[in-house]
T-cell receptor, first 109, second 115 residues
């Protein structure tokens, strides 16, 4: 399975931007990059996904490197409610995808 | 729209006992997933259904775990007999299909403690 690599943990101050990196050097040309986050005691929730171009939605932005071997999830202004585990996964054909252990984001007031 | 429903939310059993979890996916979603999430780790896929057929069960411990999705809607996951290492949160998710852009919607999970 295609794998992703993320830092175990990151810290941010409230109201500041956060850049969460993800490496996926074995990505193939048709794999989509998805980001999910998991708040404490909840199931993961979808954040954003993309293929080649940068993507924006109401929750976040996704910046994808030109060679697609890495991507960055950008939270423009972190709030305390953004404290969660963030997962970067590759979504292959037939719905296959593998979650790693994610990045635990701590937001300090 | 209603989200993915799971029950029970919590379950405590002793080792060697049996347990079953139930999942009701979002209406119309053809693909259903069961994940196991051990504390401190990311979710691990146990089984994936497309309608009522199994697409991937390569990581399902088939000697003790079983799952079914009757009529392509609700699903149950059973463990028989349970071991201590089965203590985890069991997450159910669903999506419209198996496409690379299809979003998975997760339920709240069932926290299983095996004593």
């Amino acid at each position: 399975d295609a794998k992703t690599t993320q830092p175990n943990s990151m810290e941010s101050n409230e109201e500041e931007p956060v850049h969460l990196p993800c490496n996926h050097s074995t990505i193939s040309g048709t794999d989509y990059i998805h980001w999910y986050r998991q708040l404490p005691s909840q199931g993961p929730e979808y954040v954003i996904h993309g293929l080649t171009s940068n993507v924006n939605n109401r929750m976040a932005s996704l910046a994808i490197a030109e060679d697609r071997k890495s991507s960055t999830l950008i939270l423009h202004r972190a709030t305390l409610r953004d404290a969660a585990v963030y997962y970067c996964i590759l979504r292959l054909n037939a719905g296959k995808s593998t979650f790693g252990d994610g990045t635990t984001l701590t937001v300090k007031p | 729209e209603a989200g993915v429903a799971q029950s029970p939310r919590y379950k405590i059993i002793e080792k060697r006992q049996s347990v079953a979890f139930w999942c009701n996916p979002i209406s119309g979603h053809a693909t259903l997933y069961w994940y196991q999430q051990i504390l401190g780790q990311g979710p691990k896929l146990l089984i994936q259904f497309q309608n009522n057929g199994v697409v991937d069960d390569s990581q399902l411990p088939k000697d003790r775990f079983s799952a079914e999705r009757l009529k392509g809607v609700d699903s149950t996951l059973k463990i028989q007999p349970a071991k201590l290492e089965d203590s985890a949160v069991y997450l159910c998710a669903s999506s419209w299909g198996e496409g690379r852009t299809d979003t998975q919607y997760f339920g709240p999970g069932t926290r299983l403690t095996v004593l």
